[in-house]
């Protein structure tokens, strides 16, 4: 059974970006977002730092802590061969209902994908006062859209998160 990460979270999160489960790169080093072709962390970047290269997985995360943002997976654990979503089978939920109870400044839920955005609507329906935005995974897996594509999808779903 494969395991997901802790909630990256504070306070002032105002936004959570959900995945499903991390893949095998992100398992290996214990990091969200942690396959070098994702563009998970150079959106974050265009975005919120322009210019700016990250120095460290640390800066990765208080970069988006220190603009409202929060970081969890709809799985806590799953079994899976390989890292598409596809494969993912015996899913268990992490305990949002907890975690928003903890973080109620929590308003808006940004999905990493479609995979992530029916498993959680599978296991938590839509929870009141939440708003939902399913966007475009950032996976080089999901190669229909171009990085300048996703980065503006992104980007205005950031910036009406950030209100």
Known sequence: MLKSFAPVINAQSKFMVIGSMPGEASLKAQEYYAYKHNAFWPIIFDV???GRAPADYA???QTLLQHGGALWDTLAACRRSGSLDAHI????????????????AVKTLLFNGQAAHQLFVRHFGQIPGKTYLPLPSTSP???A?????KLAIWKSALQQACV
């Open 59 to 61: 800066d990765k995360l």
């Open 48 to 50: 919120f730092s322009p």
């Open 145 to 149: 859209l171009s990085y300048p594509q």
């Open 89 to 104: 089978r015996d899913g268990q939920p992490n305990n949002f209902i907890r975690l928003f109870k903890q973080y109620p």
């Open 141 to 143: 897996a999901n190669a």
